[in-house]
T-cell receptor, first 114, second 112 residues
Framework: NAGVTQTPKFQVLKTGQSMTLQCAQDMNHNSMYWYRQDPGMGLRLIYYSASEGTTDKGEVPNGYNVSRLNKREFSLRLESAAPSQTSVYFCASSSRDRGQDGYTFGSGTRLTVV | GENVGLHLPTLSVQEGDNSIINCAYS??????FIWYKQESGKGPQFIID?????DKRQGQRVTVLLNKTVKHLSLQIAATQPGDSAVYFCAESPGGFQKLVFGTGTRLLVSP
């Protein structure tokens, strides 16, 4: 099915470990995003990529890096995980067209840092 | 600064009732708004959107109202069903589709 695919779905890290969250979309969208969602809060933008080859910081970029590997894939890397990065991470993609298929989210990665 | 907030963190209704979820936004430059539904363990799911040149838009059992004068957005769900139980988020696009700003969410609980 068309959409945004995130891997892994769950991950437990020890403080200081590194990992990369993967995201891929098959809707030919130009823009891709990484959000984090903490309990009782809305989604906060970490980084985004307006188009292939560009990335920009969002609201909460500290402790993260991103790579727009190609038009389909946008990865999020934690170089040295901290307990404060325990959260649910959502990837999204968008086209210039608004509407139901204009801005689509993946199902999330639940990350726990101990 | 940009802020999208909700008046009620939790809304409890009976099955069959109509539900109204409210959202306030602060950026008068926002020209596009979306309501999302998020079920437990899932990503946000698009419900309905509205552009700033409209004040009302209807979908299947849902209606979004936009009052730009007071920067207020609402989502009305008709004949609420247990399957509507979820957290609902409003999001605004403050200039350019690419940067959505989300509110904190309202949890809707529907009792049979």
């Amino acid at each position: 099915n068309a959409g945004v695919t995130q891997t892994p779905k769950f991950q437990v890290l020890k403080t200081g470990q590194s990992m990369t969250l993967q995201c891929a979309q098959d809707m030919n969208h130009n823009s891709m995003y990484w959000y984090r969602q903490d309990p009782g809060m809305g989604l906060r933008l970490i980084y985004y990529s307006a188009s292939e080859g560009t990335t920009d910081k969002g609201e909460v970029p500290n402790g993260y890096n991103v790579s727009r590997l190609n038009k389909r894939e946008f990865s999020l890397r934690l170089e040295s995980a901290a307990p404060s990065q325990t959260s649910v991470y959502f990837c999204a993609s968008s086209s210039r067209d608004r509407g139901q298929d204009g801005y689509t989210f993946g199902s999330g990665t639940r990350l726990t840092v101990v | 600064g940009e802020n999208v907030g909700l008046h009620l963190p939790t809304l409890s209704v009976q099955e069959g009732d109509n539900s109204i979820i409210n959202c306030a936004y602060s950026n008068s430059a926002s020209d596009y708004f979306i309501w999302y539904k998020q079920e437990s363990g899932k990503g946000p799911q698009f419900i309905i959107d509205i552009r700033s040149n409209m004040d009302k838009r209807q979908g299947q059992r849902v209606t979004v109202l936009l009052n730009k004068t007071v920067k207020h957005l609402s989502l009305q769900i008709a004949a609420t069903q247990p399957g509507d139980s979820a957290v609902y988020f409003c999001a605004e696009s403050p200039g350019g589709f690419q940067k959505l700003v989300f509110g904190t969410g309202t949890r809707l609980l529907v009792s049979p």
